[in-house]
Nanobody, 118 residues
């Protein structure tokens, strides 16, 4: 079982920056893939960035957002720069684990609000 707790959200002005952190209850070096998703009102949850063997980003955030793992503190971070109103959403931390027997499990954090004002 993996518990994920997000922090760092809030209200920021257009063009500003925020850094989201997700603290895991286990060593993240054992987690195959960690990522961030977001869900805006009335929209489906969408992938923002993932970190596995490498990093991948949604086209809408490329060049503005950076995902990073801090193995020493068991956190995955999302640095968000040049924020736009359309980045407003609830952001969710995600972890995918795979056991030696191939059992795959997915875990979610509770979500954290990010609001970008124009």
């Amino acid at each position: 079982q993996v518990q994920l707790v997000e922090s760092g959200g809030g209200l920021v002005q257009f063009g500003g920056s925020l850094r989201l952190s997700c603290a895991a209850s286990v060593s993240i070096s054992s987690i195959k893939v960690m990522g961030w998703y977001r869900q805006a009102p009335g929209k489906q949850r969408e992938l923002v960035a993932i970190s596995g063997e490498g990093a991948s980003y949604a086209d809408s955030v490329k060049g503005r957002f950076t995902i990073s793992r801090d193995n020493a503190n068991n956190t995955v971070n999302l640095q968000m720069n040049s924020l736009k109103p359309e980045d407003t959403a609830v952001y969710y931390c995600n972890a995918l684990t795979e056991s030696n027997s191939g059992d795959v499990r997915v875990y979610w954090g509770q979500g954290i609000q990010v609001t970008v004002s124009s």
